[in-house]
């Protein structure tokens, strides 16, 4: 898994940083190597907002890609959820890659045989090539 961190429209502290890289990683055990995420940390400058960390991850797979936003009162807790987010979509996303395949194959499967039709007898295919 790469993993990229960005902050936007400030510098982020290298605490923080290694926060989430740390926390991210846990998504690596269920990505592919190649599979790129990317996070991006934002503050909101409005005092009116109380959650205004705010904490986006977007994951490129092979299929589809992922996206969530999390906010919070610290970067640290909107990391922690946006963690949270991504595990179950990317659970939902392996599930139905592998085991969605596997469902419609035993459907196949259990389709009821056609049923065979006996041949006629012998002696009446002779019978009709004598007269």
Not at 63 to 75: D, F
Not at 86 to 112: F, I, N, S, W
């Amino acid at each position: 898994m790469r993993l990229q961190v960005k902050a936007h429209h400030e510098r982020l502290p290298e605490s923080v940083r290694v926060y989430a890289e740390k926390r991210l990683g846990k998504l690596d055990k269920r990505l592919h190597d190649l599979t790129l995420v990317e996070v991006t940390l934002s503050r909101e400058h409005n005092p009116s907002i109380s959650d205004d960390h705010t904490a986006d991850g977007v994951v490129h797979t092979k299929g589809p890609t992922l996206v969530a936003r999390e906010s919070a009162l610290s970067y640290e807790a909107a990391i922690d959820r946006l963690v949270d987010k991504l595990e179950r979509q990317v659970e939902r996303y392996r599930d139905k890659r592998t085991h969605e395949p596997r469902r419609t194959a035993r459907h196949r499967e259990e389709a009821p045989p056609v049923p065979v039709v006996p041949p006629e007898d012998s002696a009446t295919e002779q019978g009709d090539a004598a007269a």
